[in-house]
């Protein structure tokens, strides 16, 4: 079985800061590991995915995830935050060559302050 | 390219009364899910469909939720009687079998007083 779980329901950092979403995931078979964005009154949208290729993915708007295995980590950055980043942020797990479902963590809301 | 198409985008009924949600997939994916999202439970999977087939409707809350997916371009989910803890915001997602990439439409926000 697979799980999802992000550390911190809410993040606040100040505009040019780093940013750091912390996921981690529990699963009995190698994963593909997904990261999405919902902003306001908006579906979720793909910031990046692991496909068991590269262990650093490189997404849309600058962020990036490192595939850790051995922490179980998928943990999303962003060097630079910029006030559009406001949003929602889920991780998601699925594991590969099985079940095309996606579980999702209960999401962390990003707050960009001036 | 037209995305996952969703409506009514929003819907706001009483009670008792049916409520039936589309969803129009993009072109050429294979693979629906039907999501409800609440403030208290987040994001859960309903029912998910592969090539027209449910697969895995083990989300499905209750008997008074179906899920239809009479062709490759479209998709239904109804809600009979609807009750006030029904209100969420209901999305669809479309995919291609063996990406395990989903693709979200707009939602629709369903409000049952």
């Known amino acids: 079985a697979q799980s999802v779980t992000q550390l911190g329901s809410h993040v606040s950092v100040s505009e040019g800061a780093l940013v750091l979403l912390r996921c981690n995931y529990s699963s009995s078979v190698p994963p593909y590991l997904f990261w999405y964005v919902q902003y306001p009154n908006q579906g979720l949208q793909l910031l990046l995915k692991y496909t068991s290729a590269a262990t650093l993915v490189k997404g849309i708007n600058g962020f990036e995830a490192e595939f850790k295995k051995s922490e179980t980590s998928f943990h999303l950055t962003k060097p630079s935050a910029h006030m559009s980043d406001a949003a929602e942020y889920f991780c998601?797990?699925?594991?590969?060559?099985?079940?095309?479902?996606?579980?999702f963590g209960k999401g962390t809301k990003l707050t960009v302050n001036p | 390219d037209a995305g996952v198409i969703q409506s009514p985008r929003h819907e706001v009924t009483e009670m008792g009364q049916e409520v039936t949600l589309r969803c129009k997939p993009i072109s050429g994916h294979n693979s629906l899910f039907w999501y409800r999202q609440t403030m208290m439970r987040g994001l859960e999977l309903l029912i998910y469909?592969?090539?027209?087939?449910?697969?895995?409707d083990s989300g499905m809350p209750e008997d008074r939720f179906s899920a239809k997916m009479p062709n490759a371009s479209f998709s239904t989910l109804k809600i009979q009687p609807s009750e006030p803890r029904d209100s969420a915001v209901y999305f669809c997602?479309?995919?291609?079998?063996?990406?395990?990439?989903?693709?979200f439409g707009p939602g629709t926000r369903l409000t049952v007083l």
């Open positions: 998601a797990v699925s594991p590969q060559g099985g079940s095309e479902k996606l579980v």
């Open positions: 997602a479309t995919g291609t079998s063996g990406k395990n990439e989903q693709f």
């Open positions: 469909f592969n090539n027209n087939v449910p697969i895995d």
